[in-house]
């Protein structure tokens, strides 16, 4: 077998800027609430200890709303992974789970 073996850790590449307005604006589209969440060491697995920065609001009507606090957590929060979170209010589950990791040399969101 070649190649690398398989790590029981693997950092995701930074999300892109645009990648992340569209999935802020699709949970917009379906009246999907989202919150942001940071974490300091994401290297931990299963063991990281997220913290809630904001619940955006229930059912969301602008995206740049999202876009706006997604930036707010990363100027007070320089370094950290980030994560947006959407759910669904009426079923009470997460529609998406998005990592943003550590997008500080990311121009443009």
């Known amino acids: 077998m070649t190649g690398t073996a398989p790590t ?3 950092e995701p590449p930074a999300t892109h800027p ?18 942001i969440e940071h974490a300091a060491d994401a290297t931990d697995g299963d ?8 619940h955006v609001q229930s059912g969301a009507q602008d995206a740049e709303a999202i876009l706006r606090e997604l930036e707010s957590c990363r100027r007070r929060h320089p370094g ?16 998406f789970s ?12």
């Open 8 to 10: 029981a850790y693997s």
């Open 18 to 35: 645009d990648r992340i307005r569209q999935q802020a604006c699709y949970a917009v589209e379906q009246g999907w609430s989202c919150a």
């Open 47 to 54: 063991g990281i200890d997220w913290r809630r920065w904001q």
């Open 80 to 95: 950290h992974v980030l994560r947006l979170i959407g759910y669904e209010d009426a079923r009470q589950t997460i529609t």
């Open 98 to 109: 998005m990592v943003i990791n550590r997008l500080a040399a990311a121009a443009g969101l």
